[in-house]
């Protein structure tokens, strides 16, 4: 069993696998015991054959093909792991020390029978992740990135570093004012990360061919970047990636509103996640998001919630299917947002 998910029984004979504080509990009825007796057995020091012949042995009515068939639903639920797993190819001792804590993260959370979880972190290094926007979100969404461990990534904006911009973008100092944000944030991520590649544009992105210029060529993209407003440019992404099949997401803050959305061939688009949204609204009234002010904790959520769907569309350990936007207010901790809309038939980006 997977230490992070260590089984517990309860006197009506209920077993509950993982626990409910990490969201990943499962139970299973087991009034004869067999789950019970096979889970405490799968301690790493027994093959799995040796388990099933003991298994039948103990428990006659379960017999030899009841517990094969038993510890082979065991093993397909994911809490499982294989004990006899040696060294993992293509990591030095340092980056497995580095990388530990992924390891483990993935392990609890990466439940599809046989995962491996350093094949998760090979799935991140060999990653290539485009950020157009390094301001408030898209700073603190490239610092993540390059702390897990994405191999390159390439960082876009036209802007300098202004003294404005220091209460909530985490890559610049006050000795940077007045320098192009694409090449501070690069330098600053080169030095958290050595094994990273860091490349950087200073310039403005505004046409759709400029935009499928940058999203070519990346696993996925990130909207860190407001301009063009209106929604404008997150229409133009959503055209873009929706041509090229790259998954892509973006995310924002409202004052203490932090939301994120993750959009993808599998999902329905941008403008149909709006449309529908937007359906649910009272004729003739549309919420107010404009204003400009801000804190660091919004900005700083904002970029982790990029950061969380990037590594999750990479790795395959996403719960959802791309096409929903999520998020939280922070004043108000029972506001939760969740929002996903099926494709509109007549969307030409969801059926082409």
Known sequence: MKREHI???????????????????????????????ALTRMD?????????????????????????????????????????????EGFTDGELERYSRNHDYFRRVDLRPGSDPWEAQRRIGRARVTVLGVGGTGSHAAWALTAVGVGALHLVDPDRVEVSNLTRQALYTEADVGRAKAR????????????????????????????????????????GADEPRNDVINTMTSRVCAALGIPWVTAGYN??????????????????VGAGEEARLKPGWH??????GALAPAAGISGQLIANEVVSLITGTGATAPGYVRGLNLIAPDHLVHVRHPARPECPLCNP
């Open 7 to 37: 089984p517990h029984r309860f006197d009506d004979g209920t077993v509950r696998l993982g626990g409910e504080v990490y969201g990943m509990a499962a139970e299973i009825t087991d009034p004869h015991g067999w789950a019970w007796d």
């Open 255 to 272: 004052g203490p509103l932090v939301t994120v959305g993750v959009y993808g061939p599998e999902g329905p688009c941008f403008a149909c």
């Open 287 to 292: 919420p107010d998001l404009g204003g400009t």
């Open 44 to 88: 790493g020091t027994a093959p799995r054959r040796d388990i099933e012949t003991a298994l039948a042995e103990r428990h006659p009515r379960l017999g030899a093909d009841g517990a094969r068939r038993l510890v082979r639903e065991l093993i397909g639920t994911g809490y499982v792991e294989d004990a006899a797993a040696g060294r993992p």
């Open 184 to 223: 501070v944030a690069a330098e600053r991520l080169a030095a958290v990360n050595s094994a990273g590649t860091f490349t950087y544009d200073v310039r403005r992105v505004d046409t759709q061919d400029a935009l499928r210029e940058l999203v070519a060529g990346c696993d996925v993209f990130v909207l």
